[in-house]
């Protein structure tokens, strides 16, 4: 693929996207490195093989951290937890792309997964998505979500689906807003509900990625269906003020 059929436009006002590169693999890491310096949005500030490197220097400002699920012979699975749970957006980029492993890592707060053998492209869209706070699901995580086939599906209502299938098609909880013609708080509301659901039902879903894990799981959308970001923002009607 050419660089500039994934390169976007940088201008000279807009902030890069910081990113770290954690792998126990030297010559992964300057690949990496190499993949997103095509991108001038991205730009890579800490790298190294063990993830304290994210609590020190530039790694503390990362926007978004691309981690080697596999560090040093183990997994860092727990790692994934503590990172998300600090408010971090973390990609888990593995060659351990059983399904078990990768629902794992989003059960931990992971935004994404990607597989090593993926490529360029994959690996700057979902670098991409992940600091914009949207959905991107490369070939490897589409077949891990879509093969789940648990059957302790909770019951959603038409509002909390068509809430989130529109979440997942567009950039923020204000456009879906616009599009279902109610308040960006009933939004919120219905996409609460929906976690909460999942919840009970012992598939928790903490973050966007975990969450559109479950509704592809449950078919209430498609791998295909969220790759384009399509804005409702000009064309939709107003959002409704709630009461005084």
């Not at 006002?13 to 993949?35: K, Y």
């Amino acid at each position: 693929m050419d660089a500039d059929a994934v390169a976007g436009h940088l201008s000279p006002t807009e902030p890069r996207i910081t990113v770290a590169i954690v792998d126990d693999h030297p010559v992964v890491v300057e690949g990496v490195r190499s993949w997103l310096s095509v991108e001038p949005r991205l730009e890579v500030v800490a790298t190294g093989d063990d993830p304290d490197v994210l609590y020190f220097g530039a790694g503390r400002t990362a926007k978004v951290v691309l981690l080697d699920l596999r560090l040093h012979g183990q997994l860092a699975l727990d790692r994934v937890a503590e990172l998300s749970a600090a408010g971090r957006r973390v990609v888990v980029y593995s060659e351990h792309t059983g399904q078990e492993t990768i629902l794992a890592a989003l059960d931990a707060g992971a935004v994404a997964f990607l597989a090593k053998h993926e490529g360029r492209e994959h690996c700057v869209r979902t670098v991409l998505a992940a600091a914009d706070d949207r959905p991107y699901v490369p070939p490897a995580l589409a077949g891990a979500i879509v093969g789940d086939r648990r059957s302790d599906r909770p019951t959603l209502s038409d509002q909390e689906r068509e809430a989130l299938l529109l979440w997942f098609q567009s950039m923020s909880k204000a456009s879906v807003a616009r599009r279902m013609q109610i308040s960006e708080h009933t939004v919120k509301q219905y996409l609460d509900r929906a976690r909460i659901k999942y919840a009970r039902a012992g598939r928790p879903a903490a973050t966007k990625a975990a969450l559109l894990a479950r509704a592809i799981e449950d078919g209430l959308i498609r791998p295909e269906e969220i790759g384009t970001y399509r804005s409702y923002a000009s064309t939709d009607r107003p959002t409704p003020q709630r009461p005084s």
